[in-house]
């Protein structure tokens, strides 16, 4: 075996580890969370309900979102489009009380939002961060005015549970997950428009010496984000056919640690994945779930995000390093 | 003889299985400019970043100025006397030319918790001046600099700390001829003070004139070390890649040669002060040259020619009259462009060799122009690594790990690949060895026999001369001079109209 083989050999060995890392992570949060719960008593039939249902939605509209992270681009009012297109949604089933002009309503609503961050983006050049900061306090106003307005400060609104009560069943959300996950694979990894995002995200500059445009990829994938949220929403509402203004809420933020738990790096480019949003999506929900078993007291929910943040910057070390010992001086 | 300024012994570093160094010696005398020479990869850049505190090695010992030596960072290699040029970009773009130059000695402008503005600007003008930046503002955002002002920058860096020994790495594959001279003379005051310089370069050419010792490196190793009374070119050669380059170097033929057919046209090219009224016609099978001053106008008539500048005035067709609008309307028309500044314009790094070849040849194997599929896409890539035999661990390998030559080879196959009938090359052997240089010669030959037409844009005239079947010289932005390949296209008769 020659120096290259060699390299070639430690090189994939490498690899092949930061890739099956997050699923190993994955599994062994899933483990830990079936002893936990059996240890102390309680239904595990329930907790997986609890975590699935949870899951699911993060890890569809982290799915969508990976399409903007891979840019090396960051959305941080994703969970506030939930929020509002939710709402829309609910006001529109209970003016018109059509399941169709809702889920119409709900993702125009999404695609809209994520369309409008990025037509602002590149049509007044303004870092797409800014305009999602914006967006994301200007959307969760609008939706909590909604919300007040139409369901009192304390109730939120809602649509009638039996028209969502046929779809909240595990099966109608794994094929929905599947198939959105299926498209957004499919146009990511064999389609032009994954690649060539992949290359932006990467290195913008070569990239438009290469004859990619950024408006046109930076709508493409917004436009995908939209679909996300849109379903995220969606499933939101039949879990919980109730909106109020803390719904979705954490989700922006949730996406950003869920997308590094799955082994993608958070400044998007080659590495990007879209699997990193599903298997992240889990891990993070199953780890909230975990974190809030074991730190059983008032204080648990602030606990586990602390404890959540410092996972969170131990993996982003981590995959630092790997990144770090890859380059050697010419 | 004197006693050593700067004394490596056994010096050892791996990086992953790779062996960068393996036991090297190096020693350099005060009043010495000694330079360092090797194919990419050599070791070259590593053995001098941990002389200059960028990194640590494995295993070895130095002394410098007589004491132990092993600094913990550049800043504290600095401040001891030990100054080093990096061979990529070593400045900060977001802040002021004058921070920069001062960056980890800003501390010397404090009166309390302020800095004294006027006296860092003052400090900052006058090694400006020295490194021949005269008229460029200090207080200028380091940002706003091109690629050679930049460097220059960085040069001014190193002076104003008066360091005992000036480490150059390849920096003057960034500069222009003037920028190279200013260069060479900071070096020559170096010698006169009794202070030393390491240079590192892949131009043979202007080691021999500018070093007193030259030591050589191959794949790791220490090679020969030559006196200057010992100089030959051809021995150095031998010595570097450890064979006799095989075939020409440059092109054997001494006549213009082309087709009729027009293959790409540029009229009355202007925009702004860079280029003015440029005109221009390139045939199939024919290798343009553009040479002149770095500031000439001529990187910005590459991009134009590319559609990646749009130009106030004039246009750019092809040979079928279409218009060059966009870089994606010229890489539909088969034009590619090999950017000057390679790790930023050229390559993603964070990528695979895959990545970087096949995001431009999609056309070439993506199914109904759409569709990519993963064996069409690897057996694309791994025609391209064959045809110009890149050094790799694989079409996964990530290209930062490569080195220079190769990292050139990725690019070059990134435009050849989708089968580009123009190429616009700017500074296509920047920072390439010999070896390199000539397998990019000798493709430029046979693209040319198979009626590719190509724009070569360089700063190294005795390329433009060897390659070119004609040569357009530029100066202010302007077209001064067109030579046709022959006796009569020598670098005293090109000079006159660059300068």
């Known amino acids: ?330 | 003889m004197a006693k050593p300024i700067l004394e490596m012994k056994g010096m050892c570093k791996r990086f992953g299985s790779t062996v960068a160094l393996d036991k090297v010696d190096l020693t350099v005398y005060p009043g010495e400019i000694r330079g360092l020479i090797g194919e990419n990869g050599s070791g070259k850049s590593t053995i001098s970043s941990i002389a200059a505190g960028m990194q640590k090695a494995d295993s070895g010992e130095m002394v410098f100025k007589g004491q132990r030596w092993n600094p913990a960072s550049m800043v504290e290699a600095l401040e001891q006397g030990f100054g080093m040029i990096v061979q990529e970009q070593g400045t900060v773009p977001g802040i002021s030319i004058a921070e920069n130059i001062f960056l980890g000695g800003i501390s010397q402008f404090a009166h309390g918790p302020f800095i004294d503005r006027k006296k860092l600007m003052a400090a900052a003008r006058q090694v400006l001046d020295r490194v021949g930046m005269d008229s460029v503002d200090p207080a200028l955002p380091m940002g706003l600099l091109d690629m050679q002002d930049r460097k220059l920058v960085e040069i001014a860096k190193v002076i104003a700390r008066a360091p005992d020994i000036f480490v150059v790495d390849e920096t003057t594959t960034a500069l222009s001829q003037i920028g190279r001279e200013k260069i060479y003379e900071l070096m020559r005051e170096q010698k006169a003070a009794d202070k030393s310089v390491l240079f590192i370069s892949h131009d043979l050419d202007e080691l021999l004139a500018t070093c007193d010792t030259l030591t050589v490196l191959r794949d790791g190793k220490l090679g020969r070390s030559f006196t200057k009374d010992e100089f030959d070119p051809d021995l150095i050669r031998t010595s570097m890649i450890g064979r006799e380059l095989q075939g020409d170097y440059y092109r054997s033929d001494t006549q213009a040669t082309c087709r009729k057919e027009i293959a790409l046209r540029a009229e009355h090219l202007t925009a702004g002060q860079a280029v003015q009224d440029v005109s221009l016609a390139v045939h199939k099978g024919e290798i343009v040259g553009v040479g002149g001053l770095s500031q000439c106008g001529m990187h910005d008539l590459g991009k134009i020619l590319f559609g990646a500048i749009k130009p106030d005035a004039g246009s750019v067709t092809t040979g079928s009259g279409a218009a060059i609008t966009s870089e994606a309307v010229a890489m539909k028309q088969g034009i590619g462009y090999v950017a000057k500044d390679r790790d930023v314009e050229s390559l993603c790094l964070s990528a695979s060799i895959q990545d970087n070849i096949a995001v431009a040849g999609m056309e070439r194997y993506a199914v109904h122009d759409f569709l990519i599929l993963g064996g069409r896409e690897r057996k694309y890539v791994d025609q391209q690594i064959g045809e110009l035999s890149i050094k790799c661990a694989g079409r996964d390998q990530q290209v930062s790990q490569l080195s220079g030559g190769n990292k050139q080879k990725v690019v070059f196959d990134k435009w050849i690949g989708r089968g580009s009938d123009v190429l616009i090359l700017d500074c296509p052997t920047r920072g390439v060895d010999i070896g390199v240089k000539q397998a990019m010669y000798q493709l430029m030959v046979r693209l040319k026999g198979e009626g590719k037409s190509i724009v070569m844009i360089s700063e190294e005239m005795p390329e433009l001369i060897g390659m070119c079947d004609r040569l357009v010289v530029m100066k202010d932005g302007r077209v001064t001079k067109e030579f046709t390949r022959g006796p009569e296209m020598t670098d005293t008769e090109i000079i006159k109209y660059m300068i």
């Not at chain 1, 032009?192 to 994938?221: D, E, M, W």
């Not at chain 1, 954490?250 to 790096?265: C, Q």
């Open chain 1, 1 to 330: 075996m020659d120096k290259n083989d060699k390299l070639a050999v430690s090189y994939r060995r490498r690899q092949t580890l930061i890739t099956v890392l997050p699923f190993l992570a994955l599994a062994g949060l899933f483990g830990a969370l079936c002893a936990i719960v059996t240890a102390k008593g309680y239904r595990l039939d329930m907790y997986l309900k609890i975590v699935f249902n949870e899951g699911v939605v993060l890890a569809i509209v982290a799915t969508g979102a990976v399409f903007i992270y891979t840019l090396g681009s960051f959305d941080i009012s994703l969970g506030a489009s939930t929020l509002f297109s939710a709402t829309l949604g609910v006001l529109t089933y209970n003016a018109t009380e059509s399941l169709p002009l809702m889920l119409l309503v709900i993702f125009a609503v999404a695609v809209g939002c994520s369309l409008f961050s990025s037509v602002l983006a590149s049509v007044f050049h303004i870092p797409v961060f800014v305009t999602t900061v914006a967006m994301m306090s200007v959307l969760s106003a609008v939706a909590a005015q909604l919300i007040t307005t139409y369901g009192g400060a304390l109730g939120g609104i809602s649509i009638p549970s039996e028209v969502v009560k046929p779809l909240d069943k595990p099966l109608f959300k794994i094929i929905v997950l599947v198939v959105f996950s299926a498209l957004c694979i499919f146009v990511f990894n064999y389609t032009k428009i994954g690649r060539r995002q992949k290359f932006l995200g990467g290195n913008p500059v070569c990239a438009q010496l290469t004859g990619i445009s950024l408006n046109k990829y930076a709508i493409i994938a917004f436009v995908m984000a939209g679909l996300g949220v849109g379903i995220g929403a969606f499933l939101t509402l039949v879990y919980t056919p109730s909106v109020t203004t803390t719904t979705a809420g954490s989700i922006g933020m949730n996406i950003i640690v869920a997308i590094v738990f799955g082994g993608m790096p958070i400044s998007g480019g080659a590495r990007s994945r879209i699997y990193a949003a599903l298997v992240g999506g889990f891990s993070y929900i199953l780890l909230n779930n975990i974190l809030m078993l074991l730190v059983d007291s008032n204080a648990g929910y602030g606990i586990s995000q602390i404890i959540s943040a410092v996972f969170f910057l131990v993996v982003v070390f981590v995959t630092g390093i790997n990144y770090r010992t890859q380059i050697l001086p010419r």
